[in-house]
């Protein structure tokens, strides 16, 4: 099976090549779409009865951001932080100020109150050595339509995810061995840690009964296996992820490819899709490329690198498709599939 690592080409999933920008335009994401408005908390969780698989001595830590509906009152948050920002702009060569990434104008409202009444919750998992702001304008349009959405950082599996002390690099990212397996494996016990935290935390009244989860790449693998592990997730989109062992579901499954992910990974999806019992969709998105589902492709075009990325590139992580139709057919497809299960 071809390594997750051959489709892994973005840093901190938003710049693609190294290259260089002479100024620093105004960044912002689509508005959500949505008739509620956005709350964002961010919380670092640590699991103190498993150790950290990446680096054993340490117990499991995780930043997790959740977006709920909220009163509109707050701040805005920052969309990365000034040392994620910074990070990535040093790595990549880039032409910016350190804080560009820090200020892409997001839609949600730093620590706003919870609006009441019980929701259900959808997880979200990136793509490998991706952190988890790259899906932040799916999690967006999924928060405003009502969803509580907690985006997962996978400690060790991104480039550049700011803990409370500092800077945390991705040790799996690079290894001559293929460690995404046992990231996905990894992952998924993650993923049952959030749902156990959430579910004890009176700040979200989320319905036990109506919890989905949601992938890209890495994260789509991680999105099957922690519904194999873990039967409270009713429902789950794969976006351009392989299917890592045996993965038997009789829940809801979306799996909405590229053509790109068709090349590498569609053995695995082939030799699954008879074990997916429940109900279930393959869909090809055309002219996409693997990371269409993430913010990268409208930073990319806002910051006007994608002239200066390789063709080859572009077509493999962005493909032809405009970015902005792309995202909006992601977040449509995402937001009407969980809508229809949760109303079950």
């Not at 100020?97 to 998992?125: C, F, I, Y």
């Not at 990136?126 to 304008?137: D, E, I, V």
């Not at 590498?264 to 393959?282: N, V």
């Amino acid at each position: 099976m071809k390594s997750l690592m051959v489709l892994v080409a973005v840093i901190a999933g938003l710049l693609g090549v190294p290259t260089a920008a002479s100024a620093a335009p105004n960044l912002s994401l689509p508005a959500p779409g949505g008739p509620v408005p956005i709350g964002l908390r961010t919380l670092h969780l640590t699991d103190q009865a498993r150790a950290d698989p990446w680096v054993p001595e340490k117990r499991r830590e995780l930043m997790v951001n959740v977006w709920y509906p909220a009163f509109p009152v707050g701040r805005a948050p920052l969309y990365m932080t000034h040392a994620e920002s910074a990070a990535a702009v040093a790595g990549r060569k880039l032409d910016l100020p350190p804080d560009t990434l820090s200020k892409v104008r997001v839609h949600s409202r730093e620590n706003a109150p919870s609006l009441p009444g019980r929701r259900p919750l959808v997880l979200l998992s990136p793509g490998a050595g991706n952190n988890r702001t790259t899906l932040t304008a799916m999690a967006e349009r999924l928060a405003s339509q009502g969803f509580v959405v907690a985006g997962i950082d996978h400690a060790h599996e991104a480039w550049a995810t700011e803990f409370p002390d500092g800077l945390r690099q991705c040790v799996a990212c690079g290894r001559p061995d293929d460690p995404w397996p046992a990231a996905i494996a990894n992952r998924a016990i993650d993923t049952s840690f959030v749902i156990d935290t959430l579910l004890k935390d009176s700040r979200w009244s989320i319905d036990a009964g109506k919890i989905g989860m949601a992938g890209h790449s890495a994260g789509g693998s991680a999105t099957a296996a922690s519904m194999v592990a873990d039967r409270r997730i009713k429902a789950g989109v794969n976006v351009d992820g392989p299917f890592y062992g045996t993965v038997s579901l009789d829940r809801p499954v979306l799996l909405l490819t590229s053509p790109i992910g068709e090349k590498h990974f569609s053995p695995t999806w082939d030799e699954t899709w008879p074990r997916l019992t429940g109900p279930k969709e393959r869909f090809l998105v055309e002219d996409s490329g693997h990371s269409s589902v993430t913010d990268a492709a409208i930073l990319i075009d806002q910051l006007g690198l994608r002239p200066r990325i390789p063709p080859t590139e572009v077509e493999n992580q962005y493909g032809s498709i405009d970015s902005r139709k792309a995202l909006d057919f992601f977040r449509d497809r995402l937001t009407g599939f969980f809508k229809q299960w949760s109303a079950r």
